[in-house]
């Protein structure tokens, strides 16, 4: 598809269960971007890749965030022990490689903690 | 710190009339500027950005902003309102130079009156 592409729109886990929540960018996008956007909130930036690089991750909330993008293209943000806190969703983004490009934002992922 | 402030939190207007929505930003220097929607259930879409130049930016769907340094606003705006405009409305900043995240308002949420 011509967006970003993100699965599965919505994930529904038990505390303390680990989950992998996945993001297509678009096609020959350089740089890709995670955040989190709780209830009633705007997004927060949780980490950057440029390629397979993970250039920030100043914005992982604990150690219990992860975050990976092996090829340069496809992204995996994992999140082990889930607590209620982490009940958000999860945008992904990507960009070309230029300063002050704009992002395009994926649909999200809903995560819900029970 | 940086900062982006959208002091309204919800906006209901009559369709047909006229929109300004507020944002205001506290930066080191002068940012990118962007304005994001976003739908219910839907991913973020960028309606417009302010890198350089001049100051009176427009977007899609007929939205326009201007960026005042002396009072380090970018405040949106739309002449008529349509039914189809209810929805949340994100300002964000983004440091130039830097490829780096974005940081987003809270929102504001637009309701339209028939």
């Known amino acids: 598809g011509a967006g970003v592409s993100q699965s599965p729109r919505y994930k529904v886990a038990k505390r303390g269960q680990d989950v992998a929540l996945r993001c297509d960018p678009i096609s020959g996008h350089v740089s890709l971007f995670w955040y989190q956007q709780a209830l009633g909130q705007g997004p927060e930036f949780l980490t950057y890749f440029q390629n397979e690089a993970q250039l920030d991750k100043s914005g992982l909330p604990s150690d219990r965030f992860f975050a990976e993008r092996p090829e340069g293209s496809v992204s995996t943000l994992k999140i082990q022990r889930t607590q209620q806190e982490d009940s958000a969703v999860y945008l992904c983004a990507s960009s070309t490689d230029r300063g002050g490009s704009p992002l395009h934002f994926g649909n999200g992922t809903r995560l819900t903690v029970t | 710190a940086q900062s982006v402030t959208q002091p309204d939190i919800h906006i209901t207007v009559s369709e047909g009339a006229s929109l300004e929505l507020r944002c205001n930003y506290s930066y080191g220097a002068t940012p990118y500027l962007f304005w994001y929607v976003q739908s219910p259930g839907q991913g973020l879409q960028l309606l417009l950005k302010?890198?350089?130049?001049?100051?009176l930016v427009q977007g899609i769907k007929g939205f326009e902003a201007e960026f005042k340094r002396s009072q380090s606003s970018f405040n949106l705006r739309k002449p008529s309102v349509h039914w189809s405009d209810a929805a949340e409305y994100f300002c964000?900043?983004?440091?130039?130079?830097?490829?780096?995240?974005?940081?987003f308002g809270k929102g504001t949420k637009l309701s339209v009156k028939p």
């Open positions: 302010y890198f350089s130049g001049d100051t």
């Open positions: 964000a900043v983004g440091l130039r130079g830097s490829q780096g995240n974005l940081i």
